[in-house]
């Protein structure tokens, strides 16, 4: 969160579709609770993210060893 939104809830990136904590993509929204996720909210938000992370890292820290060695998620 804190290297793609800083932390804030509202980020929008004007490039993409991309926002909220995590800059979830309209279509990875869609794959992780589409319109029964308040998107507004930051604990769904977080629940979302937490549940993206692990489905493609397994865990946080095998997050951040990616975003190490490439500089992206």
């Known amino acids: ?3 793609e939104s800083s932390f804030n809830v509202n980020a929008k ?3 993409s ?3 909220g904590l995590f800059q979830f993509l309209d279509g990875t ?24 992370i692990k489905d493609q890292y397994g865990t946080p820290e ?4 990616f975003w ?3 500089n992206w998620y």
């Open 68 to 70: 190490d060695k490439n």
């Open 17 to 19: 579709s991309a926002r």
């Open 29 to 52: 929204r869609k794959n992780y609770g589409g319109s029964k996720v308040n998107w507004n909210d930051p604990y769904q938000q977080a629940v979302a993210g937490l549940k993206y």
């Open 13 to 15: 990136n004007p490039k």
């Open 62 to 65: 095998k997050a951040l060893q």
């Open 1 to 3: 969160m804190a290297r």
